[in-house]
């Protein structure tokens, strides 16, 4: 079985500052892998390479078929097939929810008005905001906002969605509802990887967790792993509360 993301010896500094050490690891159609570990350890920015959104000084990465790192890659193509949701919403204000939603639907896969009012009304009740279409962003919680970003990026149909600590600046009431619904698309079938604090969570849905530390894959296992870390950077990383 060929895997859908695949990262070989990625190295990417910022100035001096060497953030990625040679991170390998490779995820399977269907898996969903938690990315844990202190601010700094590199998993943002390991999970934004995947996207292009950061360019690799060294290594390959490989997407959907697609090398990631070859600078003529199709950024366009790689992004219908690569969804990601960050800890800000972006959100437009001045349109409604489900206008923030079909935008891409219209503008980058060209669909027709009705087909694009259909997708984006289903990817709103995938996410639990049938109710909520005609509202405007600032109407919702922060909770709300999160699960239409959500909504916007699964009504691309991509084949692999990555998620950045997406519930971080949400309270814990509003963050339960955006891990439900990432816990749903983890039952479904869809391939996620996901930089999280939240271990509980970790723990109970991911395949696997991947623990980084300065700038490596320093321990990598199911979620029992968390139950009885191997390393003594890992055990002293959960001993802190994080």
């Known amino acids: 079985m060929s895997a859908i993301v695949k990262l070989d010896q990625i ?13 390998s690891f490779e995820v399977q159609k269907g898996e969903m892998i938690a990315i844990i570990g202190a601010s700094g350890s590199g ?13 690799i000084d060294s290594g390959t990465i490989e997407v959907c078929g697609m090398r990631v790192d070859d600078p003529a890659v199709d950024l366009h193509k790689l992004r219908q097939e690569v969804g990601i949701v960050f800890q800000s919403y972006n959100l437009f204000p001045h349109l409604t929810v489900q206008e923030n939603i079909m935008l891409a639907l219209r503008h980058v896969k060209q669909q027709p008005k009705a087909q694009a009012l259909t997708v984006s009304m289903a990817a709103l009740e995938q996410v639990g905001l049938g109710n909520k279409a005609d509202a405007y962003p600032e109407q919702l919680s922060g909770g709300q906002q999160q699960r239409v970003a959500i ?15 997406v519930t971080s600046a949400l309270d814990p009431q ?14 479904g079938g869809m391939t996620m990887l996901l930089v999280t604090h939240e271990m509980a969570f970790a723990k109970r849905v991911a395949d696997r967790i991947i623990y980084m530390h300065q700038g490596t894959v320093w321990e990598v296992g199911p979620g029992e792993m968390l139950d009885n870390p191997k390393t003594p950077e890992l055990h002293a990383f959960l001993n802190n509360g994080l």
């Open 11 to 23: 190295y990417k500094s910022f100035g001096s500052n060497q953030v990625l050490k040679g991170v």
């Open 43 to 55: 998993k943002s920015t390991a999970l934004r390479c995947i996207d292009r959104l950061e360019k």
């Open 151 to 165: 909504a916007r990026s699964l009504a691309m149909a991509p084949k692999v969605m990555l998620f950045d600590e």
């Open 174 to 187: 509003l963050t339960g509802e955006v891990l439900r619904v990432m816990e749903d698309l983890a039952a």
